[in-house]
């Protein structure tokens, strides 16, 4: 069980630098300009733009708090004694779908959108699964804690 939890943890890592380095949509404006940002290049030019809140907000909700319950499921993983995470680290899971979420509605609003049109690109797909590949490594060492009697 604990093999399979670091193993969709690995997978999980790999998915989630890919999918914030990865474009994550493709933009195409009057059939002329055509925009491919990542989740990096998002954040950067929401600071870039003066938009330093929306920046910081973005960046804490999807870079700094998903890196951080990866690292601290990484740790309860190869703790021996099987320690479990933070209890608040099961509130960010709710968080990380968050983001797919608004993905989703620009695609939506730009393809209703005469002047625009938008598709997904392998960095959302990566981002989405590294969301899934957490919560599964998240559960299987729950289930691995509650089996081995802790």
Request: aromatic share 8%.
């Amino acid at each position: 069980m604990r093999r399979l939890a670091a193993l969709c943890l690995f997978a999980g890592t790999l998915s989630f630098a890919l999918g914030v380095s990865q474009p994550l949509l493709v933009f195409q404006k009057l059939w002329l300009l055509t925009d491919k940002p990542s989740l990096v290049d998002i954040v950067a030019g929401l600071w870039g733009e003066g938009e330093r809140l929306l920046a910081v907000i973005v960046g804490l909700f999807s870079l700094v708090l998903p890196a951080l319950k990866l690292a601290l499921l990484a740790i309860a993983a190869a703790d021996p004694d099987g320690a479990e995470p933070p209890s608040w680290i099961k509130a960010l899971a709710g968080w990380s779908m968050l983001d797919v979420l608004v993905a989703a509605l620009v695609v939506f609003a730009a393809k209703t959108s005469a002047l625009a049109e938008a598709s997904t690109l392998p960095g959302l797909w990566f981002f989405v699964l590294s969301v899934f590949l957490t919560a599964a490594a998240a559960a299987l060492l729950r289930k691995s804690r509650v089996q081995a009697g802790g």
